[in-house]
């Protein structure tokens, strides 16, 4: 690059960054903890070290592990009790040993320092006011200075919104999209039936929940989605127009920021709150913006489970660009342990950059930028095979097997699967099917199976499909259909040894509409167990 075309691009990155100042951040709700100051440090010597040596209004006690009770430090001895911790910064609970027996035994907190060997609490993201250390004299620093000014009242934001009306988690008892429970590094999240709650106090903001997210029921909350994009929208455009080119952009956690080598001109940094609140309907909207490479900068700060479910994100955006004949390169790693990478870009849209806004719907949202980068792309797939991990796909129904019994279509939780219109017929809509594989556990025939995959062109994704229709059965009595033959000869067989089911009438009734069968019913001594003449003259029969 030629030192006025840097120029240019240097000027044009001023201009961006200016115009994403201006931008308003779209406020939430907080989180609030109390802290008195009550300290449970958890460990032998060096616990009894540490205690001794805090300062008012910090106040210690010492759950000894081993070893002997100095005098003067309040302590509890676990006398090989069982050890479970939970809670948060001003909320912490120790449970030692058995609920009902003689030695059982709560201690609580408001801040934990834990000195053992291994974590009670394992989580990647630990909750606020827990700290784990070693027995080291700069480990118990540490540990002091962690503690100093960690009494009073701290808020922090509400990081997550959530709608249970569109989880796919569960349905009628059966299981399905766990995609935030796994990812999330702080172990916030937690089955309830059919949805999932967050506990606010635990979460710590990483936003792997709300990326992972196939249907935006868990969407993150500060920044919003929208702002999030709208930032990036906004840069690029305003890079575009100043005359900039070969534009990059560059998520990064806003604590690894501060670690990154100088960036080119042309390089555009989103700073984020978690990388992980990125996610692939982002990065493709970038590119379908203009940007000729979107990068993640990947440093310390990333939990482990978060980046794995990044790197899923990571796999599905390459899985389709590639297939339209756009480089994998375009989205790419920027690991801070390592060299510096090269950001040039690899993928050019010319003047042809998307115009669409950033405030839609999540599947919406990457609906629009998948369909222009599809409209400019070098090759134009009809469908694109994906990765298992995919929020998108079809369902194959396997028609020797389906009765139409059409259970699949109460427990949808996105709509994708329909009745038609009173016919015996299924009808899905592509568009709207997230994966979660809840009809195919609800399926008592097991005819329904998943495929991952994104339908391309735009026009055959959103057309209604029927996978599997049969011609009606209608009732023997008024000729109404309500069935279909399979449903009814399945019935019939299930049924043929039932004692109820006997005679050729009771038979009939099997084949008769509900309104039909009911009257046919009433007027049926035998099912209506009314003895005929013949029963009542034999005091000795049976009814």
Known sequence: MNDTAQLRNEQARRSAQVAIEKLQVEPTGLVRYDSHGRVLIIGNQAAQWLAARLEPPLRAEVLLLGGDDEPGVPSTPLAGRRMQLSGYLGAFRLELGEAGSHNHQVLQADLVVDLSDSPLIDSEIPPPGYWHFGVEPQDLDAATIALDGMVGTFEKPRYFDYDPSVCAHARSGQAGCRRCLDACPADAIISIGEAVEVNPNLCQGGGACASVCPTGAMRYAYPSPADIAERVRVSLRTYCDKGGSDAVIMFAAESDATDLPTLPANVLLVSVEELASTGHDLWLAALSWGAGCVMLAAGPSVPSRSREALQQQVDISQSLLQAMGWPASALRWLELTSEPAACDPVLDLGTHRASFAAASAKRQF???????????APRQPESIELPVSAPYG???VDSERCTLCLGCTSVCPAGALNAGDGEPRLVFHESKCVQCGICSGACPENAISLSPRWVADPEQRRLPRTLHEEEPFCCVSCGKPFATRRV?????????GHAMFQTDRARDRLKMCEDCRV???VQDDAAMGIPTPVDRDNPNHNS
């Open 366 to 376: 990457v609906s629009l930028a998948l369909d222009h980068l599809w409209q400019q």
């Open 394 to 396: 079809e369902i194959t």
């Open 488 to 496: 009814i000869d399945n019935i019939l067989e299930k049924l043929a």
């Open 519 to 521: 009257v046919d019913a």
